[in-house]
């Protein structure tokens, strides 16, 4: 390695997968995308265990890391929100060796990433395109389902940028049909409180199609998320109606964060469900339910609603909080 310009190490931790990489932080594009691998994080007792793995692997030895965890980041500690791994900054950076670790939401760098992606990574869902990034301060919002529903945003003022990190995936669901309502109370007896992530998420789309299923007096059995996709694709209604109300109630709770944050240039999708679901996004609800925002319609008809097909999002934002960290 080159001291005058070390790689990073990079992880972007989920509920299911550990996805490390390394970076060039002095590059435009920073992260080495020839660099990546994925490991279940249930092979690993930690994360420093999954990345010094990782670093055998590669034959590498960064002195600085981003870690991106689907959890929240409090002090020096995050929890992952849908794993046991509880993660102290401190004691990984000294099991790792490194002189620095940045400890951040999964949805921060998800955030970031907004500030590196080009036009070719995403898909307009709906009539409205994005230019890619341009000059002036900018506010955008960023919604993804996965094993979970993460949530933040990415400010940009005065040439620098700014990501949000929040749990907002975790605010309670609002129902908008009838239909909802039901679902809603049939949720409500399961769970107590229904927040969004109970609806959109892997295991929010399994609630959704259990439920349609009991008001329809029936039992649909075990199911995982990849089996009703695969059964909406043979034409079960059932299936079928559950990923639309899924699709309707992303949209929804992506048009509450634009109000809610002032995202008024454009929503990013990313999140390991959306390439799954994008023929269903495109054709389904989801714009109008984005859209339909009462005397702010007009408004939300103009901002883009971006699905993010990088193929590793939180990488690349990781790589670009990297970029950005003063040396």
């Known amino acids: 390695m080159n001291a005058a310009a070390p790689e990073a190490l990079l992880a972007d931790?989920?509920?299911?997968n550990a996805r490390f990489a390394l970076a060039s932080?002095?590059?435009?594009?920073?992260?080495?995308?020839?660099?990546?691998?994925?490991?279940a994080v249930a092979d690993f007792p930690s994360l420093a265990d999954?990345?010094?793995?990782?670093?055998?692997?590669?034959?590498?030895?960064p002195v600085e890391a981003v870690f991106a965890v689907a959890g929240r980041v409090d002090g020096d500690e995050a929890r992952i929100t849908n794993h046991p791994w509880v993660i102290s900054a401190a004691?990984?950076?000294?099991?790792?060796?490194?002189?620095?670790?940045?400890l951040v939401n999964d949805f921060a760098a998800q955030a970031m990433a907004v500030s590196l992606l080009r036009p070719q990574d995403v898909v307009a869902i709906g009539g409205v395109a994005w230019q890619g990034a341009d000059e002036g301060d900018r506010t955008y919002a960023v919604i993804g389902a996965g094993t979970g529903l993460g949530v933040g945003g990415l400010l940009r003022r005065d040439g620098r940028y700014y990501p949000l990190q929040?749990?907002?995936?975790h605010v309670s669901f609002a129902p908008g049909t009838p239909e909802e309502i039901d679902i809603l109370q049939r949720l409500s007896g399961e769970f107590g409180r229904v927040s969004n992530e109970r609806l959109v998420s892997g295991s929010g789309l399994v609630n959704l199609h259990?439920?349609?299923s009991q008001i329809a007096g029936e039992d649909p059995g075990p199911l995982q998320p990849a089996d009703i996709t695969a059964m909406a694709r043979e034409g079960d209604a059932r299936c079928l109606r559950a990923i639309d109300v899924f699709c309707a109630v992303y949209g929804a709770a992506a048009g509450d964060l634009v109000l809610?944050?002032?995202a008024w240039d454009g929503v990013f999708l990313p999140g390991g469900l959306v390439p799954r679901l994008m023929p269903w996004l495109q054709r389904s609800g989801f714009r109008q339910r984005f859209e339909h925002k009462?005397?702010?319609?007009?408004?939300m008809a103009r901002i883009p609603t971006l699905a993010v097909t990088h193929p590793q999002p939180g990488l690349l934002g990781a790589a670009a909080l990297a970029r950005h960290t003063p040396r």
Do not use: K
Request: hydrophobic residues 35%; proline residues 5%.
């Open 13 to 16: 931790i989920g509920g299911t």
């Open 25 to 39: 932080p002095q590059h435009e594009q920073p992260l080495r995308e020839d660099s990546v691998q994925v490991f």
């Open 50 to 61: 999954a990345a010094r793995h990782y670093l055998d692997r590669v034959g590498a030895a």
């Open 91 to 102: 004691r990984t950076r000294q099991a790792l060796g490194l002189q620095r670790l940045q």
């Open 166 to 169: 929040t749990e907002g995936g």
């Open 210 to 212: 259990r439920a349609l």
């Open 260 to 262: 809610t944050l002032g």
């Open 294 to 299: 009462g005397r702010f319609s007009p408004a």
